[in-house]
């Protein structure tokens, strides 16, 4: 299991922040990746606001890997950490058809182009999310005391990017795409 903990927020144009972290950051790649996200016929993930539990199946160019994450929330409703069991596969397609096979319903696909930095302690992620439009997550690689400080260094590590940015929605990539499809 790996603890994560990370901030998520919005931005209108990546540009600043990557021409920023491209000075300052080691950037490590870009990548495509296709989220399939899947549920158990008997419960619903994404009824339970918010969500509080994501099974994915990621795809980047026929490698990828399964993840179960479960989500801890303060106080004050706002995502704490989530912990994350993750395997490598080696055909997730194939995996895919296995998971519906079985029963398990594929709720949501979720499609993004990832530019991934290194900077400190900090991988810093530049995210073209489709239908959804343009973020940036700054994961913390360890523990930074509790988790409500290692959050706010990761805030920290945000407004030293200078990116142009708001808070996203409290909720993940699927929860969001969800969201839209239901309004749109």
Known sequence: MNEEIEIKVSVKNLGKAEEKLRKIARFVKAKDQK????????KDYFAEKPTKEYFRVRNEKGKGHINYSFCHYGKDGKLLKTDEYETDINDPETMSVIL???????KVIVEKHRKMFEYKDFEICLDEIKGL?????????????SPEETKRKCYEILEEI????KDAPNMGYPDMVIRKEKIG
């Open 35 to 42: 989220d399939e996200y899947f549920m158990p016929p008997n």
């Open 133 to 145: 439009g343009f973020f940036v997550e700054v994961e913390a690689k360890k523990m930074m005391g």
């Open 100 to 106: 519906g096979k079985i029963g398990m319903i594929k």
């Open 162 to 165: 200078g990116a142009d940015w």
